[in-house]
């Protein structure tokens, strides 16, 4: 049994293909499939079920692939504690971030990072919390940014920043006509809200309940941007993060946006990685750069109303 032999396993526990299990893994078909059979023959068991169309592994497989992958992050550690010895802040770090964050907080901290960290490689990938969760603790990512709060005790947690969030609203909606709302002004209010799977979904069902909103019926969006859309062409309401609607993200003259009075509804971004990590001390160093996001881009963007104002002389 050999290292090599382990990752095709992993890779085919993936991809449940040959074929695209062995150009993920920079080998031919046969290559691979020999590999796999020779794996089977040394444990003495089946590990894969090999039908027509698809390929699926047994449960004996599916149970050795997972060891497999944390004997593969093991000696990844092992590697990567002798080179950040020598350069603790070069080398590649495997970042994961849910789909209503990445985006909008990117453009604002990858530049500094580039300048704090000029040798790093820096590996985005943006994925749904429970996929980031779930490759974060087999080690195929080395942090996560994610929304708070995360119950996982081989997990470090590291608060970094509260995102408020804003009512996004028609510009023909009643409520157009105001800058700021109470969370009990939304009462009785039908809200559109993503698919499930997304934290944001469930942080935006939290305010309802707080508020005695509910959801619009008939309709989830699959993104972000798929409720702004929505909101700009009249079909409802929605909360957005604070992040969302700040530059470089282009101002939509068919949604206004209402920030809320008092203790904003907001939800908290942590930074997240496994305590065994190599890279603690690093990821530390990390997150504190992230810390410095500037706190105007947590507040509210100046109105229509405001901006114009500004650009008038006095």
Not at 37 to 58: C, D, F, I
Not at 160 to 180: I, K, N, T, Y
Not at 211 to 218: F, I, L, M, Q, V
């Amino acid at each position: 049994m050999n290292l090599r032999d382990l990752k095709y396993l992993v890779a085919l526990a993936d991809h449940k293909h040959f074929g695209r299990a062995a150009a993920a893994s920079f080998v031919s078909q046969p290559t691979l499939s020999t590999q796999i059979k020779k794996l089977e023959e040394e444990l003495g068991v089946s590990l894969v079920e090999r039908a027509p169309r698809r390929v699926m592994l047994t449960p004996v497989g599916r149970d050795i692939a997972e060891r497999a992958r944390k004997v593969i992050a093991d000696v990844e550690q092992m590697s990567e504690i002798a080179r950040r010895s020598q350069d603790p802040e070069a080398g590649t770090v495997r970042l994961g971030l849910f789909p209503t964050l990445g985006p909008y907080l990117l453009p604002h901290v990858v530049p500094g990072l580039r300048k704090r960290f000029p040798r790093l490689e820096l590996l985005l990938v943006e994925e749904k919390t429970d996929q980031i969760l779930a490759r974060l603790r087999d080690g195929r990512l080395d942090a996560g940014l994610l929304a708070l709060p995360i119950h996982d005790d081989q997990l470090h947690v590291e608060p970094l920043f509260d995102e408020p969030f804003l009512l996004a609203v028609p510009q023909q909606h009643p409520m157009a006509g105001r800058d700021s709302l109470d969370l009990h002004d939304l009462d009785d209010q039908h809200l559109l809200l993503l698919e499930e799977g997304h934290c944001l979904r469930e942080q935006a069902l939290d305010v309802c309940r707080l508020s005695g909103a509910d959801e619009r019926d008939g309709f989830r969006a699959t993104s972000l941007e798929t409720l702004r859309q929505m909101v700009a062409a009249g079909v409802g309401i929605t909360l957005l993060p604070m992040l969302a609607v700040q530059p470089p993200v282009p101002p939509s003259p068919d949604i206004h946006l209402l920030s809320f009075n008092g203790e904003s509804p907001h939800r908290e971004v942590g930074m997240l990685w496994r305590r065994s990590s190599a890279m603690s001390d690093f990821l530390m160093q990390l997150a504190d750069e992230l810390r410095k996001l500037p706190a105007s881009l947590l507040q509210r963007p100046p109105t229509s109303a405001e901006r114009k104002s500004l650009r008038e002389p006095h």
